[in-house]
């Protein structure tokens, strides 16, 4: 399953950037930028990922349900 790890505002829920899955780094880049964009803003950001069929999920859920497993 091709996903999409983007960095969004909590608030607005904006994306502020995105890193494809592919990369072995993307989920590290992606808690990155998160921790540097509340440090130069002030606002809260969340890592979500964006699934090959535009399904949202928290990083929680798309690791429960990763190769299709589900607890």
């Known amino acids: 399953m091709s996903?999409?790890?983007?960095?969004?505002e909590k608030e607005s829920k904006q994306e502020?950037?995105?890193y494809d899955s592919r990369l072995p780094?993307?989920?590290a880049w992606a808690k990155d930028c998160k921790r540097q964009m509340?440090?130069?803003t002030g606002k809260d950001y969340e890592v979500v990922v964006k699934t090959?069929?535009?399904q949202i999920l928290s990083l929680k859920d798309y690791d429960n349900?990763?190769?299709g497993k589900t607890n």
Do not use: P
Not at 3 to 8: D, E, F, L, N
């Open 52 to 54: 090959s069929d535009n």
């Open 65 to 67: 349900t990763l190769g």
């Open 25 to 27: 780094q993307a989920l």
């Open 3 to 8: 996903a999409i790890y983007q960095v969004i």
């Open 38 to 40: 509340k440090a130069l």
């Open 16 to 18: 502020q950037n995105f």
